[in-house]
């Protein structure tokens, strides 16, 4: 898979997350008006390239009415919960979001190339700070920035915390391809 791909699960849970949050109609509007490559017919399994679910993300935006970031975000948040179903085993013995997201760079990314040899997430690196502070930095080939915020943000639901995220936009080789954010465990 090319740095551009994105495994079509990605796409899959979009589109469900569409469809469940807005409604069938509007899928099918926003995957007709993105003119996509694919046709917008995805399996999960399948490879497309990230560009399409930008697309979509653009189109639902203009359809919505809500910025593609917040978008992003709010997906980020949704997949978190489908993660824990499609794969719970990534959840074992886990105790809290700190933990969970300290796993992610060392465990969960190459399990997910275990499973899907040409997979190429993106680099998260954690720094603890103490037992209520961690520093979290993302960096992709993608601009998906905005949805590892929400990724981070249904991780902190997902284990019943209250997480404060400071989300710091960085450079990185464009926009939303790179960010740091700060963590804080709340009471």
Same mark, same amino acid.
């Given at each position: 898979?090319?740095?551009?791909?994105?495994?079509?699960?990605?796409?899959?849970?979009?589109?469900?997350?569409?469809?469940?949050?807005?409604?069938?109609?509007?899928?099918?509007?926003?995957?007709?008006?993105?003119?996509?490559?694919?046709?917008?017919?995805?399996?999960?399994?399948?490879?497309?390239?990230?560009? *399409?679910?930008?697309?979509?993300?653009?189109?639902?935006?203009?359809?919505?009415?809500?910025?593609?970031?917040?978008?992003?975000?709010?997906?980020?948040?949704?997949?978190?919960?489908?993660?824990?179903?499609?794969?719970?085993?990534?959840?074992?013995?886990?105790?809290?979001?700190?933990?969970?997201?300290?796993?992610?760079?060392?465990?969960?990314?190459? *399990?997910?190339?275990?499973?899907?040899?040409?997979?190429?997430?993106?680099?998260?690196?954690?720094?603890?700070?103490?037992?209520?502070?961690?520093?979290?930095?993302?960096?992709?080939?993608?601009?998906?920035?905005?949805?590892?915020?929400?990724?981070?943000?249904?991780?902190?639901?997902?284990?019943?915390?209250?997480?404060?995220?400071?989300? *710091?936009?960085?450079?990185?080789?464009?926009?939303?391809?790179?960010?740091?954010?700060?963590?804080?465990?709340?009471?």
């Amino acid at each position: 898979m090319g740095l551009l791909q994105m495994k079509g699960i990605i796409f899959t849970e979009f589109i469900e997350m569409v469809e469940s949050r807005f409604s069938v109609e509007v899928a099918e509007q926003i995957i007709e008006a993105a003119d996509l490559p694919s046709g917008g017919s995805y399996t999960s399994l399948g490879t497309y390239s990230h560009h *399409e679910v930008l697309k979509l993300v653009i189109k639902l935006s203009s359809v919505s009415g809500v910025n593609p970031a917040d978008l992003q975000f709010v997906f980020g948040e949704y997949l978190f919960g489908r993660f824990n179903e499609v794969h719970p085993e990534f959840f074992d013995g886990v105790q809290g979001s700190f933990e969970f997201l300290s796993k992610v760079q060392e465990y969960i990314h190459v *399990e997910v190339r275990k499973l899907y040899s040409e997979a190429n997430p993106p680099t998260l690196t954690c720094k603890r700070i103490d037992e209520r502070h961690m520093e979290l930095h993302y960096a992709s080939h993608r601009p998906f920035a905005p949805l590892a915020f929400g990724l981070i943000k249904g991780c902190g639901i997902h284990f019943g915390e209250n997480l404060t995220i400071h989300y *710091e936009p960085l450079l990185g080789t464009g926009d939303g391809t790179e960010a740091r954010f700060h963590l804080t465990l709340e009471g």
